[in-house]
């Protein structure tokens, strides 16, 4: 049986919008795959964000590592998807840290549902879609939530 790998971007979503569609789809571990874990936004930043995800019972992991260099942020918000796969595969995932966090990743997600936290609602802007793939490379179906 294939395991599976959720992806979802908190755009546009409060908090509580965010925990219904995680518990709708059976994630057990929300891994926040940002680079910075603060936000703007109410109750996104990483304290908040585990709080109110404990509350509901589901676990929380920052995966610093596995975050997008400023560089690829950039490309990201200038809709440039080419140059922030570019950046983020060439500085995160084909490093030697990189390969190591996604190896971890790839592990948590064997083990239970596992949904990768990012902002963009889009997954094809965003860094979660690349890791997505590398995972659905190693069998992981992959389903995208918008809550």
Do not use: W
């Not at 509580?16 to 059976?26: C, K, P, S, T, V």
């Not at 703007?40 to 992991?61: C, I, N, P, Q, V």
């Not at 560089?71 to 998807?81: F, P, Q, S």
């Not at 936290?117 to 997954?123: A, G, I, K, Q, V």
Request: aromatic share 6%; with cysteine.
């Amino acid at each position: 049986m294939r395991k599976t790998l959720f992806t979802i971007g908190y755009e546009g979503l409060d908090p509580e919008r965010l925990r219904a569609a995680l518990q709708d789809a059976g994630v057990g571990l929300l891994a926040d795959v940002r680079a910075v874990a603060n936000s703007r936004k109410r109750g996104f930043s990483k304290g908040a964000l585990r709080a109110g995800l404990e509350e509901a019972g589901l676990d929380y992991a920052h995966l610093r590592v596995l975050g997008t260099p400023k560089a690829g942020r950039e490309a990201a918000r200038a809709h440039d998807a080419a140059l922030m796969r570019r950046i983020y595969c060439e500085e995160v995932l084909d490093t030697a840290d990189g390969g190591l966090a996604l190896d971890a990743l790839a592990e948590m997600a064997g083990t239970r549902p596992v949904c990768l936290l990012c902002f963009e609602r889009d997954p094809e802007r965003c860094h979660r879609r690349v890791l997505a793939e590398r995972l659905a490379a190693r069998g992981f179906a992959v389903v995208d939530l918008f809550g």
